[in-house]
């Protein structure tokens, strides 16, 4: 149970949209980069179910009698969403469902799903009336989700050891912000966490979403689609010197929208990173000397410059 009071009233406003007298609800920060706020009182209630789904197999490893090993087959699927007790109307919340599992213990896939559960008439507006019929399986209409693919490979290491993951340094006195800000800035700058033992890495991830928006003359609703291709990985040119970078491919313009590359130098107690950034939003180079000591990162000597190419 929960209530949250209407803030947003002020920020919204009632526009009429066609000649047939229909009105519509507008913020006055749609179409900007953080998008509007939603606005209404809540008090209610969310509810959902989590669950996941595992088989129990005959371990031939092992011959003690009853020997069986559980495997995932689906390692979490559910829905969840909320009623708005408060609400005059559309008081029922979207349902969200979502699966997430692993195949061949490398290959990770989530997807989700987005489901109205009122109906909407002729040009795809809402109607105060619920769409849920259990007997048919029809719980409303979608509209938008997502399915999503990561795996990752690497080389052995160097020396035959089986390696450690190497842990970002994070302070524990640091507020959740502080920390939030220094995984950023280890995802910025690979080359001053790189492992050195690890000859290569390669990581991958492809991502598909759709969503349904207003079209731009407000005669009804469009789905739109993106796709993009994320990677990153390294290898080495020498036991110490390291070469790699990472990117973002728009699939559906086929073009690369961010590219970073980066080449790192491992000096005993010390590593020099030079990261650069040709293409993207802010294109940036930057050349840094700093101990290999998690507590003495900060001890470091930097220099950086940073281009955008941005017309706000």
């Given amino acids: 149970m929960s209530y949250t009071p209407d803030l947003a009233a002020a920020y919204h406003y009632t526009t009429q949209i066609d000649s047939t007298g229909r009105n519509y609800r507008f913020s006055k920060y749609d179409g900007g980069i953080g998008g509007g706020y939603s606005e209404g009182t809540f008090g209610g209630m969310g509810f959902g179910v989590d669950n996941l789904?595992?088989?129990?197999?005959k371990d031939k490893k092992d011959t003690t009698e009853g020997a069986f090993k559980k495997v995932k087959l689906i390692e979490g699927f559910g829905f969840n969403s909320s009623y708005n007790f408060?609400?005059?109307?559309?008081?029922?919340?979207?349902?969200n469902i979502y699966m997430r599992t692993t195949l061949f213990e490398n290959l990770n896939i989530t997807s989700n799903l987005t489901m109205d559960p009122y109906q909407t008439d002729q040009q795809g507006f809402r109607v105060n009336k619920l769409d849920i019929?259990?007997?048919?399986?029809?719980?409303?209409?979608i509209t938008s989700g997502g399915l999503s693919f990561s795996t990752s490979f690497k080389s052995k290491s160097a020396d035959g050891k089986e390696s450690k993951?190497?842990?970002?340094?994070i302070d524990p006195f640091m507020t959740p912000d502080e920390q939030q800000r220094q995984l950023q800035y280890a995802k910025s700058n690979p080359a001053e966490f790189t492992d050195f033992n690890i000859p290569w890495t390669l990581?991958?991830?492809y991502s598909f979403q759709f969503s349904r928006y207003m079209k731009p003359d407000y005669s009804g609703f469009q789905i739109n689609t993106y796709s993009s291709l994320n990677f990153?990985?390294?290898?080495?040119?020498?036991?110490?010197?390291?070469?790699?970078?990472?990117?973002?491919?728009?699939?559906?313009?086929?073009?690369?929208?961010?590219?970073?590359?980066?080449?790192?130098?491992?000096m005993h107690c010390w590593q020099l990173a030079i990261n650069v950034t040709p293409i993207g939003l802010y294109k940036s180079?930057?050349?840094?000397v700093n101990p290999k000591s998690g507590i003495l990162r900060d001890l470091k000597i930097n220099r950086s410059r940073t281009f955008s190419s941005s017309s706000y």
Avoid: H
């Avoid at 019929?133 to 209409?141: A, E, I, Q, V, W």
């Avoid at 180079?285 to 840094?288: H, L, P, V």
């Fill in 203 to 205: 990581t991958l991830s």
């Fill in 53 to 57: 789904l595992e088989m129990k197999l």
């Fill in 232 to 266: 990153n990985g390294d290898f080495s040119i020498t036991p110490k010197w390291k070469l790699g970078g990472t990117g973002y491919i728009d699939v559906a313009k086929r073009s690369i929208q961010q590219l970073s590359m980066f080449i790192t130098r491992e």
């Fill in 285 to 288: 180079f930057s050349i840094t």
């Fill in 133 to 141: 019929d259990p007997t048919k399986l029809k719980f409303g209409n």
């Fill in 86 to 95: 408060l609400a005059d109307s559309f008081a029922l919340g979207n349902f």
């Fill in 165 to 169: 993951q190497k842990d970002i340094p």
